[in-house]
Nanobody, 124 residues
Framework: QVRLVESGGGLVKAGDSLRLSCTAS????????IGWFRRTPTEEREFVEA????????YYGDSMKGRVTISRDDAKNTVYLDVSYLKPEDTAVYYC?????????????????WGQGTPVAVSS
């Protein structure tokens, strides 16, 4: 059974930083690209960032560009999303997803597996 588990969310203040983690099990992790999305309180789903299978290319989203860094550690089956200078409008549930391709990572429809999400709340 494939599982993606996000962690690292919580209640923070504007200007703080967070490290979100996405740990996978039940799949051959190096064969999957990993993307991060978020769903805002108004139910909008936004693409944040994604990293391809060998880690050599990153897809950037517009919503948090310049404030996030994605990385992967295949030995730990984990992808990290380091977020800095958090703003109240970053309040959302953050999801990771896995796709067995290096293409089409910005759209949610192609992903094979999704995690349950980790909530981030940013106070002003």
């Amino acid at each position: 059974q494939v599982r993606l588990v996000e962690s690292g969310g919580g209640l923070v203040k504007a200007g703080d930083s967070l490290r979100l983690s996405c740990t996978a099990s039940g799949l051959s992790f190096p064969k999957y690209s990993i993307g991060w999305f978020r769903r805002t309180p108004t139910e909008e789903r936004e693409f944040v960032e994604a990293i391809i299978r060998d880690g050599t290319y990153i897809y950037y989203g517009d919503s948090m560009k310049g404030r996030v860094t994605i990385s992967r550690d295949d030995a730990k089956n984990t992808v990290y999303l380091d977020v800095s200078y958090l703003k109240p409008e970053d309040t959302a549930v953050y999801y990771c997803a896995a796709i067995g391709s290096d293409y089409g990572l910005k759209g949610p429809s192609g992903y094979d597996y999704w995690g349950q999400g980790t909530p981030v709340a940013v106070s002003s």
